[in-house]
T-cell receptor
Framework: AQSVTQPDIHITVSEGASLELRCNYS??????LFWYVQSPGQGLQLLLK??????LVQGIKGFEAEFKRSQSSFNLRKPSVHWSDAAEYFC????????????FGTGTRLLVSP | DAGVIQSPRHEVTEMGQEVTLRCKPI?????LFWYRQTMMRGLELLIY????????DSGMPEDRFSAKMPNASFSTLKIQPSEPRDSAVYFC????????????FGPGTRLLVL
């Protein structure tokens, strides 16, 4: 069955430091991959997505992610974290079965320390 | 566009009562999705519609849950009767017709069943 694993439940990063959030997926075909961010009390906002082509994807708010087929990973990165980046981050796989069914990971909560 | 609109934002009700959650998708979007988010199970797809027609309701937990989309601009998710274990945040999302299109999420309805 298709699944998404985000191994880190919580991550704390100092403001200005770099960030990497891990995501591994299990899916037989070429996946559509997404990163969403959820701020407290808010809905999910799309940060970036990968469908095909260049495996390094740029997103909003200075985020990027790299698709590595050999590792079944789609890790999210940011070179310098801002306090406003504190939120919960969800990786998702889109099942290309003719409609866009998303399977989400359990999320990683990012805390930013001063 | 105002984005996906959900109402109410918060709902507190007593066990056994009927609960109706409402969603207005982004104009022009052909797909509408209902998700539930809980601490235990994360984000789960409950049901989705294409052109107002329910396509896959396999995620609906029980017969107590029902969803309708009477027109392209309105959908409801109803729980009757509600139970404490239904307490969760319910998100509505919409997307354009093609598989590769992004899902846009509403702010969610936080439901508490006492």
């Amino acid at each position: 069955a298709q699944s998404v694993t985000q191994p880190d439940i919580h991550i704390t990063v100092s403001e200005g430091a770099s960030l990497e959030l891990r995501c591994n997926y299990s899916y037989g075909a070429t996946p559509y991959l997404f990163w969403y961010v959820q701020s407290p009390g808010q809905g999910l906002q799309l940060l970036l997505k990968y469908f095909s082509g260049d495996t390094l994807v740029q997103g909003i708010k200075g985020f990027e992610a790299e698709f590595k087929r050999s590792q079944s990973s789609f890790n999210l990165r940011k070179p310098s974290v801002h306090w406003s980046d504190a939120a919960e981050y969800f990786c998702a796989v889109g099942l290309n079965t003719g409609f866009q069914k998303l399977v989400f990971g359990t999320g990683t909560r990012l805390l930013v320390s001063p | 566009d105002a984005g996906v609109i959900q109402s109410p934002r918060h709902e507190v009700t007593e066990m056994g009562q009927e609960v109706t959650l409402r969603c207005k998708p982004i104009s022009g979007h052909d797909y509408l999705f209902w998700y539930r988010q809980t601490m235990m199970r994360g984000l789960e797809l409950l049901i989705y519609f294409n052109n107002n027609v329910p396509i896959d309701d396999s995620g609906m937990p029980e017969d107590r849950f029902s969803a309708k989309m009477p027109n392209a601009s309105f959908s409801t998710l109803k729980i009757q009767p509600s139970e404490p274990r239904d307490s969760a945040v319910y998100f509505c999302a919409s997307s354009l017709r093609f598989t590769e299109e992004t899902q846009y999420f509403g702010p969610g309805t936080r439901l508490l069943v006492l």
